[in-house]
């Protein structure tokens, strides 16, 4: 499998001296969470929905509108809730990246992407995400959400404009090395071909063709059949001549 890339990005690698950018997206739940004040998270995105007695403003908000994003510089207080979404968006910057529609969050030198390897061969070859200095409050929350097989793609680039999408694939095994105070965080995601490696089970019972097909009865009487002794050439009566009737075969 192959890519092209963007002039501007070709004719930087020519340059011996440049700076390449990453960026990663993983989708930990599609959609958002509403979550209440008080239980924010420091550091963590999120746009008000209801005020109700919190004063966003002490937490990072410009003001107290409902529709306002934030970050947040403390858990907050009082019954407002604003929402927070499940796709995190890092850059290998510093300061925030607008790219795509989204705004990245620079992890600068914290983040780092091992080696993504591509042949002309339909092969599944995955990546290691490693995030450094992670605060030890973080790493509950990242064993708490359930994370395997949810999507992941890794953007490459050497400017906001020239940024191309070099993997997609999905979450796999997350490890980690605890410290006192700061952590380290290793991901492994693997490529989307890794499907075509799945096998695929389809069994001839009328229960999964049901699940596929849900009026299809044409494996109504398979299960039946299997132990049913039959003795060609003679008569069909009873039941069995009635459930025989209905299959149709054309």
Known sequence: MSRSLPSEITEALDDPVFTPLFAVELDFESGETVVQ????????????????TTDFTLIGAVNNNVGTSFSATGIGTGTGTASRSNVLRLWTGFGDLNFNGFTWTGSG????????GETTDIVAK????????VPSEVISLA?????????????????????????SGYMDQMNIQESSDMSVV???????LVDLERSR????TTAY????????????????LQDRQITWGSKVTGNW??????????
């Open 37 to 52: 004040s008080g239980s924010f998270i420091v550091g963590g995105t999120y746009t008000i929905v209801s005020v109700g």
């Open 209 to 224: 063709q049901k699940s596929k097909y849900p009026n299809d009865n044409g494996l109504a009487f398979v299960e039946d």
């Open 241 to 250: 001549a009635n459930r025989l009737s209905i299959v149709q075969f054309s």
């Open 109 to 116: 030198t914290l983040l780092s992407i091992s080696s993504i």
């Open 126 to 133: 995955g990546a290691i995400l490693t995030l450094s200095s």
């Open 143 to 167: 064993i708490g959400v359930p994370y395997q097989g949810r999507p992941c793609k890794i953007y490459f680039g050497v400017s906001e404009s020239s940024m191309t999408e070099i993997f």
């Open 201 to 204: 089970v389809a069994r001839y």
């Open 186 to 192: 290793e991901l492994t995601v693997e490529n989307k």
